[in-house]
């Protein structure tokens, strides 16, 4: 620890409880009073005090600009919180690629298809054309560009489930239209025939 500029402390004893007729005097005593009231102390106590404040300010002349050696940690702040740090921390995020998609990886993502599950039921009321027959069949969601995989769409009822595998072994194709499908087959089916799509877009 430095050494104090001023190695004794001022007394600080001057007297504030002074009354009316009370006689300053050069050392208090003459009438009757303490040293503290006398002028002689007063005046000493003054020029101690601004003796005091002249060494203090004479204790800086000549000091060097302040070079701390104290650490962060010391001083009670983040010691990660330097410049160079801050920016060694920030390069090491904006390079973790398993936190953050590479540009390749995010095109890679973007290309990703999306699949979706739709149903619906062909009705009965075949069409004959030719030697076929083909129904429209209404399928929410469906779009004329949709290319998708068609199947039965079975229940816990296995008679019916039967009915509609046999139904199914008479399909050729499926036509898609925005909302719909049209469905081609060899006979026309005597069930109404539950159907799914599976649509990768």
């Known amino acids: 620890m430095a050494d104090k500029p001023i190695a004794s402390n001022l007394p600080a004893d001057l007297p504030t409880s002074w009354q009316t007729n009370q006689i300053v005097s050069p050392n208090g005593t003459e009438v009757g009073l303490d040293v503290r009231h006398g002028f002689n102390y007063l005046a000493k106590q003054v020029n101690d005090a601004q003796t005091g404040v002249n060494t203090l300010n004479n204790a800086f002349t000549g000091l060097a600009a302040a070079n701390h050696t104290h650490t962060a940690a010391q001083v009670g702040a983040d010691p990660s919180g330097s410049a160079a740090a801050v920016q060694a921390s920030l390069n090491a995020h904006a390079g973790n690629t398993t936190a953050h998609l590479t540009a390749m990886e995010r095109a890679a993502w973007n290309g990703?298809?999306?699949?979706?599950?739709?149903?619906?039921?062909?009705?009965?009321?075949?069409?004959?054309?030719?030697?076929?027959?083909?129904?429209?069949?209404?399928?929410?969601?469906?779009?004329?560009?949709?290319?998708?995989?068609?199947?039965?769409?079975?229940?816990?009822?296995?008679?019916?489930?039967?009915?509609?595998?046999?139904?199914w072994g008479k399909v050729l194709r499926a036509v898609t239209y925005d909302g719909g499908v049209q469905v081609w087959c060899t006979e026309a089916p005597a069930v109404a025939l539950p159907l799914q799509f599976k649509v990768v877009r």
């Open 112 to 167: 990703k298809a999306n699949t979706v599950t739709l149903s619906g039921w062909v009705p009965l009321g075949w069409i004959a054309s030719g030697d076929y027959f083909y129904q429209n069949a209404t399928v929410t969601g469906m779009l004329a560009t949709d290319n998708p995989i068609a199947d039965i769409l079975t229940g816990s009822d296995n008679a019916a489930n039967k009915l509609y595998a046999e139904a």
